[in-house]
Structures are given as C-alpha cells and as structure tokens.
C-alpha cells in the first residue's frame, strides 16, 4: 500500500433508472493496488456503481448518471471516448460469460479488437494471460476447445485473463463467484492477492467471509446510500453505522 | 359427488386425447396420401433425360425448369438474405423501442400475410407490363419473390439475435469491443444456425411458389434460359404446365423432383443448423 495513489474518485454521483433513484450522492476514493468490496443487501446499488467504471450502464435504457467520476484522472462521463475507457477498465461478470468459441479465441478477443493481429504476439498475450488468470496450466493443452467444454471455475478464470489480454489497469469483478463452488471460488481469491500488485480491483461480493479475506477497503451500500467506508478491518470488527453493523452480523439482509 | 366430477374430467380428458390423435393421424394421412400418389403416378417417368435433357415435343424435360429454379432461388437469396438480416441487425441492435420499430415490425407482418398471388400482380405491374417494361425475366420474377420471403428470414434472424445471451454482448462491449465487432464477431456467429436455416426454408419457398411466377416470369418450358432478362420457368410452373396440357404423368414426375428438392432443402436446413449450434457447445 505504498504511494496510496488515488485510482477511481467519485464525487456526488447520483444513479436514476427511470424515476427510480438507485444511488444517492455517493464521494469514495479507490486506492491504486488494492481490492475494494462493496457489499450490502440485493438492490443497493453495489453494482450500479460498479458498472459506471466502465460505463456498462449505458446499456440500460432510461439510466441517468449525474455527478462526477474520474479515472486515472480522466472524468469519464465528459469524455466520450468509451472504448478506452473500457481497455483500461476490464470487467468480469457474475456468471462466467466465455464466448461459445475456443480458450484461445476467447482470450485474444480483446488484443484482436485492438489491432493485433500477429499470431506470434497473440500467442505470447494469450499464454501470458492465461498464466497471470491461474488457469494456465489446466487449459495449455487445449488451447483449441471450445470455452464451455472447461469447468465454471476454469470459465471464470478464462473470463479474468479474457479481461487482462487487454492490459486493463483495474478489474471490475461483479460477484465473481457467486456461480461456483467453494474451491473455485478459492482459487479466484487467491488469485485476486496475487493480481493486486498489478491491478486496482472493485469486487461487489454477497459473502461477508469473501470480503474480510480479500479486501484492503470495504464500502457498505444500503438502498442507494453509502453508508460506510474505510479500512475492511475497521468495517468489520468496529463498523460505525449501526445498520452495517447489523448488517455483517447477519441480523437482516 | 367429488367422484362424478372427477368421472366427468376423466371422461372429457379422454375424449380430447382421443381428437388429437385422430388429428394427428389425418395429417400424417394427408401427408403421406399425397406424396404416394405423386410418387407412384411420377416416378416411373423419372430418368436422367427428363430431369436433365434437352426439351423435345415428344420428350418433354424439366431441365429448362431446373436452371430457371436454380436462378430464381439464387437471385431471391442473393437480395433477401442480406436485406433481411441487416434489418435484423438494426431492429434488435440499433432501433430504440418506438415508433419506427413497430411500424417496421408492423409492415413486416403485414408483408408475410400477404397472399402470394398479389405480389406476383406487383411484380407484373412493376416488372413485366408497367414501371419498368421488361417484360417476363427470370429477374422481374427473383425480386419479386425476393420481396416476397424477405419478412420471413427478417424475422427468422431477429428471432436468432434476440436468442442470443445478452451477458455475451456486454462481455464483448466490457473488453472494449465496438458495436460492429460485437455485432460481427459475437451476435451473428451465434445467431448464424437460426439465420442459415431461415434462409433454406425461404428457398423451399421459392422453390414451391408458383401464382408470382406465372404472372412474372412466362412459363417458357421449352427453352433453358440464357441469362436473367429472359423468360423461362420453374418446377412449380412446370408442374401447372404439364397438368394443364393433358401431360398428368410428366405433371407428377415434375412433382417428384420438386418434393424431391424440398424435401432435400429441408434436410439440409436443420442438419446445417444443428451443425452451427453444436459448434458452439
């Protein structure tokens, strides 16, 4: 946690779909080389916030973003140019989303979207992501089958190095491993520690234990609000708020 | 008095087992009815000669029918299928939910319920007697039927883009992938098994259409056509021909290397499609 340099900052951001006002005047900083959780009850908007990263809301029809976010400095919703925002900021889903092609296609998709087109630098993006994804090993030998042929774990971590082929500098992870079992959902948080030193991560998680053991910040999010913020090891021994409190120790939600 | 209505349910649940499979069994019947009686009145008259030999008086082939089959299918194809699943790509990736879709979609279904007897009358009017004066071309007749099954690839392959899991799209967007990349290397990959098999099954139809012909193209069954802007014929029309002059045993052969086609197009659509979709499992 050297330098403690600001990655993502976000100043008075309110969300509205429609009418229906899902984040209320949310300020948080995302600190450079750390994995930041947000957690909270179904419907508090944890992913709606995390989805403005790289702007996937604009999806929605009817979603409106008002305030300020900027990463790497740069105020994304001023800026139009949305395809860099989205190289810098790579995204996993919440169930393993591999394209029905191979393992190989798979990861180079990016790199390909991006002008590299040399089956040599392919080769070394593809290996080199699938090593930095832990899933390397498993899947070198068959580099040409189809992507839904593997495990959901193996999927998830093909997703992961699908989104490192394109050399992000954070990861977006949306509930990552709600759709797997627990010893996949091991090794995709260990490999988290391990890609921290790289990359900033924001994972939204359901699973309290998931957000002790992974992450450096934690932010609380309860209908639209953020009502806690700070050091994961504060949140969850001393949290502030009485409803986080309540919260984490599993009296609702 | 639970028993007598539970007597009463079992009684009417038999009794609608019972019509649909008598239903069942009279299209089956009808089917079958139909195909034997082409096949044994047909078959005995096909040879290589009827189906590829010169057109004479005394030995009448389909040859002139089967080039201008294979133009007509061509042609239909050639304009439809593009039109129809650019459309597709526009209705389900571009178009927002409004006014212009629904009056797209509108015109559509308006399009596909239209009896083909009046867009051969387009087609005469437009094609061979008014507009623009060609008079009976394989042409005038390809458009026309290219306009005639363009709603049903349209709406094949917006039923296939739709089909497609959106979390593929929104992975193909997260990586910073454009809307023609996603479009071109993720949405029509996976809808391609839908599309390709909608487009098989409009050249069935192109191959079995004949009331557009008739009015388009000439019924010309003597000669092999020597390019589009000719006159010429088709199976279908064939079939008419043949019926009508007094021919019943040439009219069912032509029926059976009609059937024959279908029957082979309609193969060959859903082992393409299952083909493209195990592709991706």
Not at chain 2, 23 to 33: E, K, N, R
Not at chain 2, 69 to 86: D, E, F, K, Q, R
Request: with cysteine; charged share 20%; aromatic share 8%.
């Amino acid at each position: 946690m050297n330098g403690q340099k600001i990655c993502i900052s976000v100043r008075s951001v309110n969300l509205f779909y429609e009418t229906f006002q899902a984040l209320k005047d949310i300020n948080l900083d995302i600190t450079e080389n750390e994995i930041t959780a947000f957690i909270g009850p179904s419907g508090c908007g944890k992913t709606s916030l995390l989805k403005c990263f790289n702007r996937m809301n604009d999806l929605i029809e009817g979603c409106r973003v008002t305030g300020e976010i900027t990463v790497e400095g740069v105020d994304i919703y001023k800026s139009a140019d949305v395809i860099s925002l989205r190289r810098e900021v790579g995204m996993v889903f919440q169930k393993p989303n591999v394209f029905p092609m191979s393992i190989y296609d798979n990861v180079a998709f990016g790199p390909r979207t991006h002008g590299v087109s040399k089956r040599s630098d392919l080769d070394a993006v593809v290996s080199e992501s699938l090593k930095s994804a832990g899933v390397w090993e498993e899947v070198k030998d068959n580099l040409n089958k189809s992507a839904l042929s593997i495990s959901g774990g193996q999927q998830q971590r093909v997703c992961i190095a699908r989104a490192l082929a394109v050399q992000p500098k954070i990861l977006l992870m949306d509930e990552p491993t709600s759709a797997l079992d627990p010893i996949s959902t091991g090794k995709i948080e260990e490999l988290c520690e391990e890609l921290k030193k790289q990359y900033t991560i924001v994972i939204v998680t359901h699973n309290m234990q998931q957000a002790t053991r992974m992450s450096d910040k934690t932010a609380f999010f309860m209908l639209g609000e953020m009502l806690e913020f700070g050091e994961t090891e504060q949140v969850f021994s001393r949290p502030r708020n009485q409803k986080c409190e309540n919260y984490i120790t599993g009296r609702f939600g | 008095m639970i028993s007598a209505r539970k007597r009463r349910v079992s009684v009417k649940y038999s009794v609608l087992k019972g019509l649909s499979y008598v239903c069942a069994g009279l299209t089956v019947a009808a089917l079958i009815a139909i195909i034997t009686f082409i096949l044994v009145r047909g078959i005995a008259h096909v040879n290589l000669n009827f189906v590829f030999g010169e057109y004479k008086t005394k030995t009448p082939t389909v040859y002139p029918a089967l080039v201008g089959t294979l133009y007509l299918v061509a042609m239909s194809v050639a304009i439809a299928a593009p039109i129809g699943v650019a459309t597709a790509v526009f209705l389900t990736e571009y178009a927002k939910k409004g006014k212009l879709v629904n009056v797209i979609r509108v015109a559509v279904e308006t399009l596909s319920s239209i009896p083909s007897i009046v867009y051969g009358l387009f087609g005469y009017i437009v094609f061979v007697a008014g507009g623009v004066k060609w008079g009976y071309t394989l042409l005038g007749g390809g458009i026309t039927l290219a306009i005639m099954v363009l709603p049903t690839i349209l709406r094949a392959a917006e039923e296939s883009l739709l089909a497609v899991p959106s979390v593929y799209r929104e992975g193909s967007l997260a990586l910073g992938a454009g809307k023609v990349r996603t479009i071109f290397a993720v949405m029509l990959p996976n809808a391609a098994g839908g599309i390709v098999s909608a487009v098989i099954l409009a050249m069935g139809r192109v191959i079995s259409e004949s009331a557009v012909l008739i009015l388009t193209i000439g019924m010309v069954v003597t000669d092999v056509p020597k390019g589009l802007m000719s006159p010429g014929t088709s199976l279908a029309l064939d079939v008419y021909y043949f019926g009508t002059a007094g021919k019943s045993e040439e009219a069912a052969a032509a029926g059976v290397v009609l059937i024959t086609l279908v029957v082979a197009l309609n193969l060959l659509a859903s082992w393409l499609g299952k083909l493209l979709k195990k592709g991706k499992a």
